[in-house]
């Protein structure tokens, strides 16, 4: 519920102007990515892990790269967005991963 209310602000945007447009939605891209991504850290990926688990990750059903990689982010702690931004939603342009 928590997380609708926050949503709607995004509306607010819409009615108040401050993303209105595709170009100002776009300048604000990377700065409301951050904050999901944020929030989505913070969750440990709760969204993710409704229907994914490390422990329901298979060698037997993954490529055996993609399946080292996620053995290898579970003992490290990571969570699902730390490898994962762009999965849902097309990455802003400002975006830069050393890593990719």
């Known amino acids: 519920m928590i997380r609708k209310a926050r949503a709607s ?8 102007g401050a993303i ?5 939605f ?15 850290k913070a969750s440990d ?5 409704n229907c994914h688990s490390y422990d329901g990750m298979s060698g037997e059903f993954q490529k055996q790269t993609v ?3 996620h053995q290898k982010a579970d003992a490290e ?3 699902c967005i ?7 939603h097309k990455l802003p342009r400002e975006y830069r991963d050393s890593n990719e």
């Open 9 to 16: 602000l995004e509306v607010w945007g819409k009615i108040t």
């Open 20 to 24: 209105d447009t595709k170009e100002k």
């Open 26 to 40: 776009e300048a604000k891209r990377m700065t409301l990515a951050t904050h999901e991504w944020e929030r989505m």
């Open 45 to 49: 990926s709760r969204e993710c892990r």
């Open 67 to 69: 399946f080292v990689k």
């Open 77 to 79: 702690g990571q969570t």
């Open 82 to 88: 730390d490898c994962h931004k762009g999965i849902a």
